[in-house]
T-cell receptor
Framework: EVQLLESGGGLVQPGGSLRLSCAAS????????MSWVRQAPGKGLEWVSV????????QYADSVKGRFTISRDNSKNTLYLQMNSLRVEDTALYYC??????????????WGQGTLATVSS | DIEMTQSPDSLAVSPGERATINCKSS????????????LAWYQQKPGQPPKLLIYWASTRESGVPDRFSGSGSGTDFTLTISSLQAEDVAVYYC?????????FGQGTKLEIK
């Protein structure tokens, strides 16, 4: 059974940093691209970033480009999202999601429960 | 960016009746080289993460009841629930994965009448 467990969320002041983690199990982690998708309270879904299975290809939404960095450690079956220069509008539940394909041009076929990042003074 | 627009924003349907949700993209999400539409549908129930229902516009994910179906091509797509059940109450999102950034529709809230 595929399992994705996010952690690392919390309360941070504007301009601060957070590092989110996603521990994956139940599949060959390195075979699949992985994504982060966020959802502001009471709002819809917003795609944030994707990384290929090998980690050599990454893409970002314009809203986070230059501030967020996606990475993965295939030896630890873990996905990361380093979030710097955080803004109030980054407040959201951040979901880790497994892609259904090996490429980064794919849908998300499994989602974690999410970790909440709150940016507030 | 490709803009995804869903209609209606909310929908109330009687149990056993058909529910139809539409999704329109501002550009085609069809790839002639792969002969596929890069369009997915997700279901999100309150307090839960999204769940994949349909990918490649019309392929049902494993384990998804066959009352859910997807259709359409190019820029116009439809999610149909043939006979609404109480457990189908949720918000439904379409998403294109043809280009970066991937974009979602605004969501359609489906309720029981």
């Amino acid at each position: 059974e595929v399992q994705l467990l996010e952690s690392g969320g919390g309360l941070v002041q504007p301009g601060g940093s957070l590092r989110l983690s996603c521990a994956a199990s139940g599949f060959t982690f390195s075979d699949y691209a992985m994504s982060w998708v966020r959802q502001a309270p009471g709002k819809g879904l917003e795609w944030v970033s994707v990384i290929s299975g090998s980690g050599d290809s990454t893409q970002y939404a314009d809203s986070v480009k230059g501030r967020f960095t996606i990475s993965r450690d295939n030896s630890k079956n873990t996905l990361y999202l380093q979030m710097n220069s955080l803004r109030v509008e980054d407040t959201a539940l951040y979901y880790c999601a497994k892609e259904g394909c090996t490429s980064i041009r794919c849908y998300c076929n499994c989602w974690g429960q999410g970790t909440l990042a709150t940016v507030s003074s | 960016d490709i803009e995804m627009t869903q209609s209606p924003d909310s929908l109330a349907v009687s149990p056993g009746e058909r529910a139809t949700i539409n999704c329109k993209s501002s550009q085609s999400v069809f790839s002639s080289s792969s002969d596929k539409n890069f369009l997915a549908w997700y279901q999100q129930k309150p307090g839960q993460p999204p769940k994949l229902l349909i990918y490649w516009a019309s392929t049902r994910e494993s384990g998804v009841p066959d009352r859910f179906s997807g259709s359409g091509s190019g820029t116009d797509f439809t999610l149909t629930i043939s006979s609404l059940q109480a457990e189908d109450v949720a918000v439904y999102y379409c998403q294109q994965y043809y280009t970066i950034p991937r974009t979602f529709g605004q969501g359609t809230k489906l309720e029981i009448k």
